[in-house]
């Protein structure tokens, strides 16, 4: 079986509050991570603001920006110069036929050219205390992109989104051979939580990675902001589950690795979890059965600490 070697990256920073400084930030880190090899280089969900979706009612002015915009602008030069392709989270604005500015959580992707390929647009929306997406964030539109370049054929799928088998496994059946999540995730301050959320969202990522025989980069940010405390940890998962390479907890990093795409191949062929699927059994899959919120959920003792905690700013 021959081999199909490829670098990628993912940039894990802190935010400040100061959008410009990120950016410069970032740019820093990408032209490293170029001068390190990487051909492919993904950034954190939101990678240009704080996660300003903690808070119920801000206004989306002070955060949003435009697709092509300032941090395209940026990240295409580099990539034309370079010759590499880069994964921009930003919170896109655009105006519809209506002349009303539609916001969404999106991914913008630059190939080797400097060439902008079509957004991808966050599709699972949370809404929880800490995590008032809906009120920032349109749905996507339904619609998962797959990115064929130079290098390798990825899916970009958005911090949420990682809990969402369904989804994994759409863009694996669309040749996805990379998954790359881009992350906002970590605890809230003062509140004890009844699990690991560490945990859990590492190892549903690296399940995501052995059931569609994939490797999977799952890029998160770092630092205190607000009641957030972000772990780190961004990571790299082989088909087989195995985390190739986990980064800090606590600074800026640069997660790189280089990886061979038959890998996927090799435990496809061998586990057979897509060779032996049964569409024909899954039609629930395709209905509007939903587990709704419960309204006794607000009584109960974990979900009101949470409250609590995030209401000692």
Known sequence: MKNRFITIAGIQSKVSPNLEKNLKNTEKLVEK?????????????????????QYSNLSKN??????????????????????????????EKIKNKKGKWI??????????????????????????P???????????????KIYRTKY????????????????????????AEIIFYPTALGNIVGYNEEGDWHEAWEVSQRAHAVANSLYVMAVNRVGVEGKMSFFGQSFLSDPFGKVIKRASSNKDEILISRIDLERNKFYAEGWGFLRNRRPDTYGILLGDKFIEKSKRLKN???????KKALEKR
């Open 33 to 53: 991570a170029v001068q390190k090899g990487a051909k492919i280089i993904c950034l954190e969900e939101l990678y240009r603001t704080p996660y300003f979706p």
């Open 62 to 91: 002070l955060f949003s920006e435009t697709i092509p915009g300032e941090s395209t602008e940026v990240f295409s030069k580099i990539a034309k110069e370079h010759k590499v392709v880069i994964i921009v989270p930003v919170y």
């Open 130 to 144: 800490g995590f008032y997406e809906k009120n920032y964030f349109k749905d996507g539109d339904a619609e998962y």
């Open 103 to 128: 916001y969404y959580n999106s991914a913008a992707v630059i190939d080797e050219n400097g060439k902008l390929l079509p957004a991808y647009r966050k599709i699972h929306i949370p809404q929880d």
């Open 300 to 306: 109960v003792k974990h979900y009101k600490d949470e």
């Open 152 to 175: 390798a054929t990825f899916a970009v799928l958005i911090c949420y989104d990682q809990w969402f088998p369904e989804a994994a496994r759409a863009v694996r059946l669309h040749g």
